[in-house]
Structure formats: C-alpha cells, structure tokens
Nanobody
Framework: QVQLVESGGGSVQAGGSLRLSCATSGRTIYTMGWFRQAPGKEREFVAAIRSSVDSTYYAESVEVRFTISRDNAKKTTYLQMNSLKPEDTAVYYC????????????????????WGQGTQVTVSS
C-alpha cells in the first residue's frame, strides 16, 4: 500500500504562485504525477516525474509555468506553480505508480494506482 498526503493548496490572485507538496509512504514509487479536476470537468493530467528524476512530463497548458520535482530522501514530490491563471482553479491530486511510466503512459490516470485526497487551488482574476 501507498499513502499520499498533499498540502499547499490555497487561494491566490492571477499571476501569483503556489507550491503543492505530496508526501508518500509505503511501497516504492517509480512515477509520481499531478492531476487536477475543475468543477464539471474530467480529471486531467498536469505533470509527472519518474523517481530516477530523469524525465518529466507536462500538459501543454502548464508547461513553462509549472515545475514538478521530487526529493527522494524526503519521499516528497512538489509542484511549483507560477503565473497562475483563473483557469488553473481546480482540485489538485497527486498520484503514484509502482511502475516506471514512459512517454504517453505517464499522461494516463489509469496507470496510477494510488491517489491523494486532493487539495483545492483557487485563482481569482
């Protein structure tokens, strides 16, 4: 089993920044991802990173503005979000996979076995 605990959500004005954290415990994790879900919309991929920290993946809508990173010693994954826009408003979920995900597989939520409880991010204009 894997436990994921997210923190760092909140409310900011457009152009502001937030950093989300996801602490993991339990089984070895090989790929960590962040997804988000806005009201009335499906959960969508945001970013992913492999535990070897050799590759990162981003949704086109957040590339350049968001940065995913991982501290393996602390077993914590971060999502630094800069230049936030109102359309970034959503509940953000971290997710973990016990597999090394490559390319398009990292974008698919079905490839992640464990999920956090979610943290709300609200960006006002």
């Amino acid at each position: 089993q894997v436990q994921l605990v997210e923190s760092g959500g909140g409310s900011v004005q457009a152009g502001g920044s937030l950093r989300l954290s996801c602490a993991t415990s339990g089984r070895t994790i090989y790929t960590m991802g962040w997804f988000r879900q806005a009201p009335g919309k499906e959960r969508e991929f945001v970013a992913a990173i492999r535990s070897s920290v050799d590759s990162t993946y981003y949704a086109e809508s957040v590339e350049v503005r968001f940065t995913i990173s991982r501290d393996n010693a602390k077993k914590t994954t971060y999502l630094q979000m800069n230049s936030l826009k109102p359309e970034d408003t959503a509940v953000y979920y971290c997710a973990s996979s016990t597999s090394l995900l490559y390319g398009g597989n990292a974008y698919s939520r079905g490839n992640y076995e464990y999920w956090g409880q979610g943290t709300q991010v609200t960006v006002s204009s």
